[in-house]
């Protein structure tokens, strides 16, 4: 069993910057792929960003792209996403995930263990 735990969440305004952090329980954590997606209030949960366990590769959604950045931290059991030039429609609970257990690194249901979420929220 692996415990996610999110922090660094919070209200930001508009073109601002966050960094979320997801600190995972256990030893296993470097050997996991993981990500995270969102949710927004009435729409369905969102990949974000994924990366694989050593790091070398990642991955983000098309709304995303050069705005995110995923990286790692396996000596600290610690996934980060930095976020730049915030938008309001980044408004949204952010979620880390951990263990792919299928091929997509976008699909939600191929995620084993999530975390409790953490708020963003961009004012205009």
């Known amino acids: 069993q692996v415990q996610l735990v999110e922090s660094g969440g919070g209200l930001v305004q508009a073109g601002g910057s966050l960094r979320l952090s997801c600190a995972a329980s256990g030893r296993t954590f470097s050997t996991y792929t993981m990500a995270w997606f969102r949710q927004a209030p009435g729409k369905e949960r969102e990949f974000v960003a994924a990366?694989?366990?050593?790091?070398?590769?990642?991955y983000y959604g098309d709304s995303v792209k050069g705005r995110l950045t995923i990286s790692r931290d396996n000596a600290k059991n610690t996934l980060y996403l930095q976020m730049i030039v915030l938008k309001p429609e980044d408004t949204a609970v952010y979620y880390c995930a951990a263990k792919r257990i299928g091929i997509s690194f976008y699909s939600r249901d191929n995620y084993v263990y999530w975390g409790q979420g953490t708020q963003v929220t961009v004012s205009s």
């Open positions: 990366i694989t366990s050593n790091g070398d590769n990642t």
